[in-house]
């Protein structure tokens, strides 16, 4: 598999014909949304693509790139099974190198209240049948190459993997275009037009396609969407910072979580390298929305959120003066966001580094990203087709760690827009759930 693909695809362009309809149209071409384009396409369906800004601009391409079933909640844990299935031989039938490797993810526990949540996960493992197990130091040391520091214990699941966010997004859309899918980059979805409550087509930038079938998969852009059409949507926004390393001496093949580091190792010696589960969160009056759903959470997980009161508040202040942004245009706003890493992470995360890995001493920041992370008040996406509009599917709220759901919610997505049954239960991830109390409170909100 000697196939690359660049970030930015390549194959849509602005004079390329906009089709009158499809089977299917897509709002959104992070890796669900590619995802998906490539499963209902070869099943045979017309499909279009539409993303106010790029293939892959977003979260879709500045993830960690840990494909993991560990850890997670319990509604998710069959998805990534069946996940898993699918990354195991993704490669050969995308005919792309996506980077992928499995081997395992480790958590280490470093302190008691840690300890105790990777055993009680051990229920999840067990519920599901899933190969994960905890190990003792000296166990970890198998996995992990000179690793100093204390530990109390590892969790780890040797069937989980890694691969290259870069990569998968655009893999899935490259093959998805020769399957007969159109991609329409910069053309943003503006409202969809519905007969009877039902949805007949979706209004675009170009023009409006005639369709039956609408999924959102538009990221943290989705409730503005999903407002068009009378739906609420919890959902909030958070930056998370994210740093590459210069190649190094191995130290795992397996992604790592541990001592306030995130790490995966990739082939050539490169570590993708993250502070712990540190996010930012850069207040607007737009937080204020949907407050009630995330204050419980917010407060009992507060480690992991660090408040700014800066520029973005200003911009969003600014952004509300009438006229500033134009009516037609505020669902699409702002068009491609560009979070800024914040700049206290890298080298603190490179200090950690160095000192829990001594062979790791020439260990250099080479690049640092940021993203705009997606969240809901469970820690779950939502992945619905609502009965308030027929025709419309939801994909959206993957809360940081959707990347490796990328694939499997692509194949079920096709399912439910091309016959109705999904192969797996979601009803765990509806979304009147926020309304009708049946929410459950999550383990983690990343």
């Given amino acids: ?22 089977d299917v149209v897509i709002a959104g071409a992070g890796i669900m949304g590619c995802a998906a384009a490539y499963y209902l396409a070869r099943r045979g369906l017309s499909v279009v693509v539409l993303d106010k800004s790029r293939i892959a601009g977003q979260q879709s391409s500045r993830a960690w790139g840990f494909v993991r079933q560990q850890g997670r909640e319990s509604a998710e844990v069959p998805l990534m ?23 395992g993810c480790l958590y280490v526990a470093t302190n008691e209240a840690d300890w105790a949540s990777f055993q009680q996960w051990m229920d999840v493992a067990r519920q599901h049948g899933l190969d994960t197990r905890t190990l003792e130091r000296k166990q970890i040391d198998t996995v992990v ?8 214990g590892g969790l780890y699941t040797p069937s989980d993997g890694q691969a290259e966010p870069r990569r998968a997004a655009a893999a899935f859309a490259a093959r998805a275009a020769q399957a007969g899918a159109f991609f329409f980059e910069g053309c943003g979805v503006v409202g969809v037009e519905r007969a009877a409550g039902a949805i007949i087509g979706v209004v675009t930038e170009r023009g409006t396609v005639r369709t039956s079938r609408f999924i959102c998969a538009a990221g943290a852009s989705s409730w503005r969407l999903l407002k068009t059409v009378g739906l609420d949507l919890p959902q909030q926004a958070v930056r998370g910072t994210c740093m590459r390393t210069n190649p190094l001496p ?18 050539n010696g490169a570590i993708n390298l993250a502070d712990d589960m540190q996010v930012d969160v850069d207040m607007t009056l737009g937080h204020f929305r949907a407050l009630k759903w995330f204050l419980p959470e ?5 480690e992991k959120f660090n408040f700014h009161l800066n520029g973005a508040c200003l911009r969003d202040l600014r ?28 080298p603190r995360a490179l200090a950690k580094l160095r000192a829990l890995f001594p062979a790791l001493k020439d260990a250099q920041v080479v690049e ?20 308030q509009v027929p ?14 759901m990328g694939p499997i919610v692509g194949k079920l997505l096709a399912e439910l827009n091309d016959g109705g049954q999904p192969s797996l239960d979601l009803s765990a991830f509806r979304l009147q759930r926020f309304f009708d109390g049946t929410m459950q409170r999550p383990r983690s909100m990343l």
């Fill in 391 to 404: 025709g419309l599917t939801i994909a959206t709220g993957f809360c940081g760690h959707g990347f490796a």
């Fill in 1 to 22: 598999m000697t196939t690359t693909y660049p970030l930015h695809a390549g194959f849509t362009s602005a004079d390329q014909a906009f089709p009158q309809g499809a």
């Fill in 298 to 302: 917010l407060w009992s997980q507060r």
């Fill in 250 to 267: 191995p130290v795992s093949a397996s992604t790592f979580w541990g001592h306030g580091l995130g790490i995966r190792q990739r082939a």
């Fill in 81 to 103: 099974m069946a996940g898993i299935a699918l990354w195991t031989s993704l490669e050969r039938e995308l005919d792309f190198d996506l980077e992928w490797r499995q081997g």
């Fill in 145 to 152: 190459t000179g690793m100093r520091g204390p530990s109390l």
């Fill in 368 to 387: 640092s990203w940021a993203g705009l992370i997606d969240v809901l008040p469970d820690g779950i996406p939502v992945i619905d087709a609502p009965p």
């Fill in 319 to 346: 952004d509300r003066l009438p006229g500033v942004v134009p009516p037609n245009e505020r669902v699409l706003h702002p068009r491609d966001p560009q979070p800024q890493p914040n700049p206290g992470h890298a």
